[in-house]
């Protein structure tokens, strides 16, 4: 398999992934009706629609917003993709194939819901005090791995992943 193939195999992959985990835990599972779920003792699941963007930064709901936070995220996609497109390791490749999967399934939420579905919610206690990590879902997961991939390849990778 060529390193463009699992690239977009990469991006496919995350997409599904990310939007069947979201449809099942919004229809199927009923997440808004059942609040928080106690997974682990460290591990929940909460429904939280982010209008931000990463890590809840500028929440803002209007339409104006929404729509220059599509706009941003369509020119980071097709950037991402020129520089999938031109790469030749298959690590930064499929790197990019995870971003741009990632990118894509919050798109598509912010599309359809006028927000990120966010689900996952990490924390500890310690001292009588909870700590909480904030709420992500499958195409975070999916961005972070990326980029820390492309980091990993540009510095350590050999020949090192350059952008376009």
Same mark, same amino acid.
């Given at each position: *398999? ?10 496919? *992959? ?20 059942? &609040? ?15 209008? &931000? ?18 706009? +941003? ?20 490749? +499929? ?6 999967? &990632?990118?894509? &399934? ?9 927000? +990120? ?48």
């Amino acid at each position: *398999m060529t390193p463009l193939r699992a690239g977009i195999l990469a991006a496919v *992959m995350t997409l599904l992934a990310d939007q069947a985990s979201k449809l099942w835990l919004l229809n199927g599972f009923d997440l808004a009706r059942r &609040g928080v779920v106690k997974v682990t003792p460290f591990f929940d699941l909460v429904l939280a629609w982010n209008i &931000g963007i990463s890590f809840g930064w500028l929440q803002n709901d209007s339409q104006s917003a929404q729509i220059a936070l599509m706009a +941003v995220k369509v020119v980071a996609v097709i950037a991402l993709a020129i520089w999938m497109a031109r790469s030749h390791t298959r690590l930064a490749t +499929v790197a990019l194939g995870l971003i741009i999967g &990632g990118a894509i &399934g919050n798109g598509i939420d912010r599309f359809a819901y006028g927000a +990120v579905v966010d689900f996952a919610l990490f924390h500890v206690e310690i001292g009588g005090n909870t700590y909480n990590w904030y709420v992500f879902n499958l195409a975070d997961v999916a961005i972070v791995a990326g980029v820390a991939a492309l980091l990993y390849d540009s510095f350590l990778g050999v020949p090192a992943a350059k952008a376009p």
